[in-house]
């Protein structure tokens, strides 16, 4: 898939304060948030460190940090505790390979 390949390769080249590899524990929380149903808004996501997660949904020009708010808790309730969760365009990043941020919230 080639959103897939694009996030992989992100994540490979972005700088980051930790690299880690995700948990299982955050494995599990990605596939909830993208195979499960449960989250049809969620059209993809990496956790680009081990405490940044990456959530791509379709821009509707709203801004989406209450999403971002609801995803950590969501994560919380999943057993994982990212500390920044940012909601991000996933057209954009397909179409340009950039991650235009659409709203983001500092987890507590």
């Known amino acids: 898939m080639r ?3 694009l996030l992989l390769a992100a994540a490979f080249f ?3 304060l930790a690299v880690a590899e995700p948990s299982q524990t955050q494995k599990d929380f990605i ?3 993208v195979k499960s149903g449960r989250e049809p808004k969620v059209k993809d996501a990496t956790w680009m460190t081990d405490s ?3 959530v791509g949904v379709f821009d509707d020009r709203l801004r989406r ?3 971002a708010d609801y995803i950590c808790s969501v994560a919380g309730d999943h057993g994982v505790s990212p500390e920044l969760v940012k909601i991000i365009d996933i057209v954009k990043l397909v179409r340009t390979g950039k991650f235009v ?3 983001k919230s500092v987890c507590k």
């Open 14 to 16: 972005t700088p980051a």
């Open 3 to 5: 959103l897939k390949s």
């Open 65 to 67: 940090d209450g999403f």
């Open 101 to 103: 941020e659409i709203g």
């Open 52 to 54: 940044n997660l990456y």
């Open 31 to 33: 596939t909830y948030l």
